[in-house]
């Protein structure tokens, strides 16, 4: 059964960083297309970035490029998301996911992994502010 866990959400001010790690267990998530999500509560989920499988190659949403980065390390079975020069904008709840059945709607633009994103974890939540 795949199971994914977020973690390293936390309080940060303006300009601040954050590494959020996402773990995988049941499976091997060195073989998978890994995507971070953000969600405000009462609005659409939104892609952030990905990792696909078969090269590593990354993807990002135009808001964070240059600020974020996505990169997995196999032997700890982790993705990680790197969050630099945070911005209250980027408050919400962060989630990872690999391909599976559970769809969530959810938004992007331009180039994004193709992969029906359908195991989630549970997310860990992201607070900039002063």
């Known amino acids: 059964q795949v199971h994914l866990v977020e973690s390293g959400g936390g309080l940060v001010q303006p300009g601040g960083s954050l590494r959020l790690s996402c773990s995988g267990s049941g499976f091997t998530l060195d073989y998978e297309t890994v995507g971070w999500f953000r969600q405000v509560p009462g609005k659409e989920r939104e892609a952030v970035a990905c990792?696909?499988?078969?090269?590593?190659?990354?993807r990002y949403q135009a808001f964070v490029k240059g600020r974020f980065t996505i990169s997995r390390d196999n032997g700890k079975n982790t993705v990680y998301l790197d969050m630099n020069n945070l911005r209250p904008e980027d408050t919400a709840d962060y989630y990872c996911a690999t391909r599976g059945t559970s769809r969530v709607t959810y938004s992007y633009a331009g180039k994004w992994c193709p992969v029906e994103f359908g195991s989630w974890g549970q997310g860990t939540q992201v607070t900039v502010s002063s």
């Open positions: 990792i696909e499988s078969n090269d590593d190659s990354t």
